[in-house]
């Protein structure tokens, strides 16, 4: 089993990090799709994402993303995104207003087993933000890098009066960040055992009945045991 987080080896400029960040601040912070998801203020604003437009801050995977014009006049998130040697995503600044709580909850296909890592670098933050995966405090602190597996529940609260910040990055896993996962402890080579609710099993196995293979049989008969 893995770490459900880890700070990756590496800090980034707190002065440059904000210094793109006012650039940010003249744009529209679009309100996080996800209403029954958090309590207070949840906003983002995109410097990569599907359409190219700063206000779509939607996030599907295996679609083809693109740089919005925003990127362009922040030159320090970019040296970021470049550090990572990997296809990304959807690049994001997320903002959790004060006294402002993001609910427990999961995002799907959103652990480095997976072959996908979101990456947080906080750029705006301070002690009274609490931020848990799988029920560990994780303690970020601003310039730092960390992944964690969003895979497992999750939850922040900022208790503190002002906003806390952070830029995410949403990587696809390559042999060059299995280099680095490696030298963080990872074993690459993990693979989770899939659980599913009994309505989806069920869902499964309806499906695969529908293409009655040798393969599917035995897919069938191996969910059935479980």
Known sequence: MNPSSCQLPIT????????????????????????????????????RSQSGLETDILSFPDKEYKNTPLLDKCPYFKEIMDWFQCEKE??????????????????????????????HVPIITNSEVFFY?????????????????????????NKSHE?????TLDCIRNDWSDKLFAEMGFDV???????????MKQQIIAE???????????????????
Request: with cysteine; aromatic share 10%; proline share 6%.
């Open 133 to 157: 995966v799988d029920n560990k405090l994780v303690p970020m602190k601003m310039g730092e890098c960390w992944y964690a597996n969003f895979q497992l529940p999750h939850s922040v609260e």
């Open 163 to 167: 906003p806390r910040i952070h830029l």
């Open 90 to 119: 959807a690049v994001r600044l997320l903002r959790l207003g004060p006294d402002s709580e993001i609910k427990e909850h999961v995002d799907n296909d959103t652990s480095y087993e997976d072959g996908f890592f979101r990456i």
């Open 189 to 199: 080579n993990y693979v989770p055992e899939k659980t599913y609710s009994e309505e």
């Open 12 to 47: 980034f400029s707190i002065e440059k990090l904000q210094n793109d960040l006012v650039t940010c601040e003249t744009n529209l912070w679009t309100p996080h799709f996800n209403t029954n998801r958090y309590e207070g203020k949840w906003t983002s604003v995109s410097l």
């Open 208 to 226: 695969l009945m529908k293409n009655p293979t040798e393969i599917n049989a035995k897919i069938i008969a191996d969910l059935q045991s479980k």
